[in-house]
C-alpha cells in the first residue's frame, strides 16, 4: 500500500513516528549515550564532545566507490577524490628526482656556462651550490638566467637566486606542499638521514600525484617518476618504490629484498636484463626499457584491468 500511495502513507505515519522517536526512542538513547560515557570514563578514555559521523579514510573510499557505480560520481571526480586520499599517505622518497639525475650547477659557475648545461636538459630551474651537490644554497630561472646572459653579467648567479625549501625524504607530501607554500618555493631538496642532497621535488610533482600528468609548453615530463602513455600504460623510472606502486594502482607486487622497482625486476630476473625483456605478474606486465651496465633505468609498466568477475567477488 505505502509503495501505491507513498506520499499518503508519508503523511499518515510522520506523527506516529515522531511521538515513538520522542516519547520511547530517544529516553532509550540518552540512557545507552550517558551509560556509554560513563563507561569511557571509568576506564579513563577521554569523550571528544562534537565529533559526530566520523569517518575512516576506508570508510571514505567505501563510499567514493559506492557513488562512482551508482552513477553520482564521474570517473574523473572518483579520481581525483581517490588522490586526495592517498596523497598524504605518501613520502617524498618516493616521487623524488634522485640526485643521480639531478641537474645543479656551482654558485661560481658562469650564466652561459649554465644556459648551456640546461640546454642539454628538461629542466628551467637549476639548483646552485657551493663545493658539492650536498651544499645547495638555492635555485635560478632560467628565464633570469637569460636576461642576465643578454646584460653581460655572466659572473655571479647570486644577484638571480632564488631560496630553496629542504625536507627529509620521509616527509609525507602534504607537508612537503605546506613546506613549499611556506617558503613561497617551486622547488625543494630532499634530504637523506645524513643531511646530504638526497634529490629534489618540484611543485609539479607534486599537482602531477593530484590530478595527473602536468603539462606546459617547458615540459619536464621526461623527467618525472612516472608518465601516462597509454590507457594502462606507464613508463616508470626505475627508482620508485614498489610500495608506491601497489599503493597507488591497488597492485600486489611482492618484493621483500628490493625496495624500487628496477631493484625488483633484478632480482627477478637473476642478472642484469637486456631492453625488452618482460616480467608478466597477475595484476601487471613489466617490459625493461632502459638499461645500463648496473641498473633498469625505466620500466614500461601495463596494468593488466581485473577481470568483471573478480571485481564483481571483490
Known amino acids: 500500500l505505502a509503495l501505491r500511495y507513498p506520499e499518503q502513507a508519508a503523511l499518515f505515519t510522520a506523527i506516529p513516528m515522531r511521538w515513538s522517536a520522542d516519547v520511547i526512542l530517544k529516553p532509550l538513547i540518552i540512557l545507552l549515550n550517558g ?10 578514555i577521554h569523550h571528544a564532545e562534537g565529533h559526530k559521523h566520523v569517518h575512516s579514510p576506508e570508510e571514505i573510499k567505501f563510499l567514493i566507490r559506492q557513488s562512482h557505480q551508482g ?18 599517505k605518501f613520502r617524498a622518497g618516493e616521487i623524488v628526482i634522485p640526485r643521480t639525475r639531478m641537474v645543479a650547477a656551482d654558485v661560481s659557475t658562469p650564466a652561459d656556462d649554465i644556459l648551456r648545461m640546461a640546454a642539454k636538459s628538461d629542466y628551467t630551474r637549476i639548483p646552485i651550490y657551493e663545493d658539492d651537490i650536498d651544499h645547495i644554497t638555492g635555485f635560478i630561472h632560467l628565464k633570469e638566467l637569460f636576461k642576465l646572459s643578454y646584460k653581460g653579467e655572466t659572473t655571479d648567479v647570486r644577484s638571480i637566486m632564488r631560496e630553496v625549501a629542504f625536507v627529509p625524504e620521509t616527509a609525507f607530501l602534504d607537508d612537503v606542499w605546506n613546506t613549499l607554500n611556506e617558503k613561497q618555493s617551486y622547488l625543494a631538496i630532499v634530504l637523506d638521514e645524513y643531511g646530504g642532497t638526497f634529490g629534489m621535488i618540484t611543485r609539479e610533482d607534486l599537482l602531477e600525484e593530484l590530478f595527473g600528468e602536468v603539462q606546459d609548453e617547458f615540459d619536464e615530463s621526461e623527467t618525472a617518476p612516472l608518465r601516462k602513455v597509454g590507457e594502462h600504460t606507464y613508463r616508470v623510472r ?37 631492453t625488452g625483456d618482460e616480467i608478466v605478474l597477475d595484476d601487471v606486465r613489466l617490459q625493461a626499457k632502459v638499461v645500463t651496465e648496473r641498473a633498469v633505468q625505466e620500466i614500461l609498466m601495463t596494468i593488466v584491468p581485473p577481470h568483471p568477475k573478480d571485481e564483481a567477488q571483490s
Not at 81 to 87: G, Q, T
Not at 241 to 258: Q, T
Open 35 to 44: 551509560s556509554g560515557v560513563l563507561i569511557m570514563k571509568v576506564l579513563g
Open 71 to 88: 552513477g553520482l560520481l564521474d570517473e574523473e571526480e572518483r579520481r581525483l577524490l581517490d588522490s586526495a586520499l592517498r596523497f598524504g
Open 238 to 274: 626505475g627508482e620508485v618504490s614498489v610500495a608506491y606502486l601497489n599503493d597507488r594502482f591497488g597492485l600486489s607486487i611482492e618484493s621483500e629484498d628490493a625496495y624500487s622497482i628496477g631493484g625488483f625486476f633484478l632480482k627477478q630476473r637473476g642478472e642484469i636484463p637486456r
